[in-house]
């Protein structure tokens, strides 16, 4: 992954139960939705800019890897966050995004601190490089639209620790997203628009033009359920955290635990494959 003009964002609580197993569902209280299905909000993980207000110059640190975590020194309730990210182009008019185009897709680790007392969400998700994950396999789209190929897919994730591999995350369906299609994408336009900086949120907008509106987003589009083991467990130095996101009407979910254990996967597999350091 280069460290292209783009904006990285991440959509908080697009998973029925996710935020409650992660223990953060009191983080958002405040936030007042229109349906009880919607997601809460979206965040940074990374804004290509030098000109960050003090408080946010995190941000600015490339985070991305594709074949490691770094284990944070201030913290060790690390946890995976097993997710699809859509690579989109990004189109404006007078300082405001007209429309997000979803391309490709990949498997991605929104790895992240619990800190009960962060101040805003994204606070929890850059502590420098090597600290998320984007496969390096992107699988192009032909349509973010119902019955386009990520419909077909499924989300499955793993643990591996002195080589005992366990699951981490429920294996479940890109359908099973609260906000998908061009739903999920209306709503994220409204928040890179509108998201006010209130509680765990960030302005949005304000990054934007900060970072001289990015023509690209590389955007997470919410966790899935953990295993009782994923929701137990959190990783440690020299752990493995695998993710695959894979089409379930070529591969079984035995066939996909296979590869995970031999921490080998088909070419036609968005797989993310990271070591703890």
């Given at each position: 992954m280069?460290k292209t003009h783009?904006?990285?964002?991440?959509?908080a609580?697009?998973f029925a139960g996710?935020?409650?197993?992660a223990?953060?569902?009191a983080?958002?209280?405040?936030?007042k939705t229109?349906e009880?299905i919607?997601?809460?909000a979206i965040f940074?993980?990374?804004?290509p800019?030098?000109?960050l207000?003090q408080?946010d110059?995190?941000?600015?640190t490339?985070?991305l890897?594709h074949?490691c975590?770094?284990?944070?020194?201030?913290?060790d309730?690390?946890?995976i966050?097993p997710?699809?990210?859509?690579?989109?182009d990004v189109?404006?008019s007078?300082g405001k995004?007209?429309?997000?185009r979803?391309?490709?897709?990949a498997?991605y680790?929104?790895?992240?601190i619990?800190?009960?007392?962060?101040h805003?969400?994204?606070?929890?998700?850059?502590?420098?490089a090597h600290?998320?994950?984007?496969?390096?396999?992107?699988?192009?789209?032909?349509h973010?639209e119902?019955?386009?190929?990520l419909?077909?897919?499924?989300?499955?994730c793993?643990?591996?620790?002195?080589g005992?591999?366990a699951?981490?995350?429920i294996?479940?369906?890109?359908?099973g997203?609260?906000?998908?299609?061009?739903?999920?994408?209306d709503w994220?336009?409204?928040?890179?628009?509108?998201?006010?900086d209130?509680?765990?949120?960030?302005?949005?907008?304000e990054?934007?033009?900060?970072a001289n509106?990015?023509k690209?987003?590389?955007?997470?589009?919410?966790?899935?359920?953990?295993?009782e083991?994923g929701?137990?467990?959190?990783?440690?130095?020299?752990d493995?955290?695998?993710i695959a996101?894979?089409?379930g009407n070529?591969?079984?979910?035995?066939?996909i635990s296979?590869?995970?254990e031999a921490e080998e996967?088909?070419?036609d597999i968005s797989?993310l494959i990271q070591?703890?350091i």
């Open positions: 280069q783009f904006i990285g964002l991440g959509v609580g697009n996710h935020l409650e197993q223990g953060e569902a983080d958002f209280v405040k936030i229109t009880a919607q997601p809460k940074p993980f990374y804004v800019s030098e000109s207000a408080a110059k995190f941000l600015a490339f985070p890897s074949d975590i770094r284990f944070p020194k201030d913290a309730n690390l946890q966050e997710e699809v990210a859509l690579i989109c189109e404006y007078d995004v007209t429309a997000l979803p391309t490709h897709f498997a680790n929104d790895c992240s619990r800190r009960p007392n962060a805003k969400i994204c606070e929890k998700k850059n502590w420098g600290s998320k994950g984007i496969s390096a396999t992107q699988i192009a789209l032909d973010f119902p019955s386009g190929n419909d077909q897919f499924r989300i499955a793993f643990h591996k620790r002195n005992k591999l699951e981490y995350g294996d479940s369906p890109t359908l997203y609260s906000y998908f299609h061009q739903k999920l994408i994220i336009i409204d928040r890179m628009n509108h998201q006010p209130q509680d765990p949120m960030n302005n949005i907008a990054l934007l033009k900060q509106y990015p690209k987003a590389i955007i997470s589009i919410g966790a899935t359920r953990y295993t083991f929701e137990t467990h959190f990783l440690q130095p020299n493995t955290s695998i996101v894979y089409n070529l591969y079984s979910h035995e066939q296979a590869m995970a996967f088909a070419q797989a070591k703890v």
